[in-house]
């Protein structure tokens, strides 16, 4: 799995949600006060965490198992999607080619012709 180019609040709550654990216990993980993620996760896209933050968030996905990371890039996919997120296009550049349903703006995978 490819890193994450630039973690907000966003992205630590839908990592922390991918990894099943609490507040508390994914603050002490990151090395944060639980104070400062409810912070993280509360403001959104609107904060940043600090360098040394993003590279423990880094290092924690790098080395999560392989649930925790696609559970974390669906999460981040669907927000993207359901967001009109412009770097949605950059999430959903996995093994599949996602299209928007121009119906109801849902994600597709596209599925050659054939006999099923």
Not at 76 to 82: G, K, L, N, R, S
Not at 95 to 106: C, D, F, I, L, N
């Amino acid at each position: 799995m490819t890193g994450v180019a630039r973690w907000t609040g966003r992205e630590v709550k839908a990592f922390r949600l991918a990894t099943r654990m609490n507040g508390r216990d994914f603050a002490a993980e990151v090395g944060v006060s639980h104070r400062m993620l409810v912070k993280w996760e509360k403001r959104g896209e609107t904060i940043t965490p600090r360098a040394m933050y993003q590279s423990a968030l880094d290092t924690m996905l790098a080395v999560a198992g392989p649930a925790v990371q696609e559970r974390f890039a669906t999460l981040i996919t669907e927000q993207a999607a359901a967001a009109h997120d412009p770097r949605a296009e950059q999430l959903l550049r996995r093994e599949a080619q996602y299209v928007k349903s121009p119906v109801g703006g849902k994600l597709m995978v596209p599925v050659e012709e054939g006999i099923y």
